[in-house]
């Protein structure tokens, strides 16, 4: 009895353990609204990627050559480089040369651009320009979710974010009014 444990109790143990260590490490970001990713980040930009990932100062960093397009958020200087970890489970972002890009990112102490997928990093859409001086004009409100119905706001400086009516996360934001209560704007991509 004592042998067939050590045969096949002992490495399942061992398995399950090394299992739960490998998923312990395994990226997780909250779902947050596209406006509360850009408030809460050091720096926003459009920039286009001008060369493929080359490997980091760090061990599990990765780098990409960025030209920047224009400043959305934070200090103005020249960012020339984004830095992100290597592998998607530790929260590393994969970009595409040649594409623009929306990029929300943290400043390192060195003052480079670090991004991660919980930052809000997307291809650059002409309807961002509009959106961003609105999720600027909102940076005071707070966006709650609403997972499952019936959900309400405790103050008027909150948005009820349902992602259900007109794809809020795409195509909306969350401003303050002149009287200071915020509410969703909606950016209509038809111009009207």
Not at 2 to 20: E, R
Not at 67 to 75: A, D, E, N, Y
Not at 100 to 123: A, M
Not at 180 to 186: D, E, Q
């Amino acid at each position: 009895m004592m042998s067939w444990m050590k045969c096949c109790v002992f490495p399942l143990v061992l398995l399950c353990m090394w299992q739960l260590q490998e998923g312990a490490q395994a990226c997780t970001c909250p779902y947050d609204h596209p406006q509360t990713q850009f408030c809460q980040s050091d720096v926003a930009i459009k920039a286009k990627v001008v060369s493929k990932a080359t490997a980091g100062e760090l061990k599990y960093d990765i780098t990409y050559d960025i030209k920047l397009t224009k400043i959305l958020k934070g200090p103005i200087r020249h960012y020339d480089t984004v830095c992100t970890a290597s592998s998607s489970a530790a929260c590393g972002v994969t970009l595409n040369k040649g594409v623009e890009y929306f990029i929300t990112g943290q400043l390192k102490p060195d003052g480079s651009l670090r991004v991660s997928s919980c930052n809000y990093v997307v291809p650059w859409m002409s309807s961002h320009d509009i959106l961003v001086e609105h999720f600027m004009m909102g940076c005071d409100c707070k966006i709650t979710r609403c997972s499952s119905v019936p959900c309400g706001i405790g103050s008027p400086t909150e948005c009820l974010w349902t992602n259900t009516i007109d794809e809020q996360d795409k195509q909306s934001a969350c401003i303050k009014k002149s009287d200071g209560s915020c509410s969703w704007y909606r950016e209509e991509l038809n111009g009207h």
